[in-house]
């Protein structure tokens, strides 16, 4: 694979990696838990084609709720059932041509998320809906993290971003955010939830939650029909030579 990942965090994780993160308990745990949060979502989708960018689960797992005939998975490493290999900010696949997309944990793993997001808007359709499952920074697991107490299996090179700032990329992309949901296996403990659904405590613990999945569509900008001005009447000038065909006034 191209390598076009810098050095600044964001690196790309090894098959090895992935596939020990895979067999962990937690990072098993963790899969389930977002296969049952697309399975909300995925199923009130329409459109012919899904496409599911970055290696995150195993063939097309996460993609099996989609009601759409072409389900594809545009991986970063062999051997786990994708569909092709690419750099996910230069995929081989035209635009316009995908009705939805899934980033899972894809923006944590490049060194320019931006990139990633520009490339999935590109094979996106003008009603297109894209999905991103993301690690929240501030979780205690993101802490964790950033003190360097990383959990063993984990893929190493990662850098989370935060649910906030990825809708502030997609607004700016000219996407309305639609669902902003927080999940995960560790504290706090409890069921996913939506942002803004409810007051309680559990609510209010929901930014400490490890992951969250948020849902986007684009913007369709309203066609206006321009009215072609009306053409002047040509009034020749006094003196001047009566254009050919015009009636003369003196012969009414």
């Known amino acids: 694979m191209a390598s076009a990942y810098g050095s600044r965090g964001g690196e790309p994780f090894g098959r ?11 990072g098993q745990r963790l899969i389930a838990a977002e296969e049952r949060e ?17 290696s995150w689960g ?7 709720s989609a009601d759409m005939p072409q389900r594809s998975v545009i991986g970063t490493v062999g051997n786990l059932g994708a569909n092709a290999l690419a750099d996910p900010d230069s995929l081989p696949i035209l635009s ?4 939805a997309v899934l980033l899972p944990h894809t923006l944590e793993f490049a060194s320019s998320p931006h990139n990633v997001l520009r ?25 964790r993290e950033r003190l360097g107490l990383r959990y ?30 927080r999940y995960g296996v560790g504290f706090p403990w409890g069921g996913s939830r939506s942002i803004g659904r ?5 609510a209010l ?9 948020i849902v986007a569509k684009k913007r369709v900008m309203p066609m206006t029909v321009m009215r072609l001005p009306r053409r002047a009447q040509v009034r020749p000038l006094l003196g001047a030579v009566s254009l050919p065909g015009a009636r003369s006034q003196s012969s009414e």
């Open 198 to 202: 409810s007051r309680s405590l559990r």
């Open 96 to 99: 316009n041509s995908v009705d």
């Open 152 to 181: 063993r299996a984990f893929p190493e090179g990662s850098r989370f971003v935060a649910a906030h700032r990825v809708c502030d990329w997609l607004e700016l992309l000219g996407y309305e955010v639609t669902l902003v949901r």
């Open 205 to 213: 613990l929901g930014p400490l939650m490890e992951a969250y999945m």
């Open 16 to 26: 090895y990696a992935l596939m020990l993160w895979l067999r962990s308990p937690r």
């Open 119 to 143: 490339e999935a808007d590109r094979v996106l359709t003008d009603r297109g809906r894209i999905l991103i499952l993301g690690f929240n920074p501030w979780s205690l697991w993101g802490l």
């Open 58 to 64: 195993r063939n097309e797992r996460l993609l099996e």
């Open 38 to 54: 697309l399975r909300r979502v995925l199923p009130e989708l329409f459109g012919r084609a899904i496409l599911q960018i970055g």
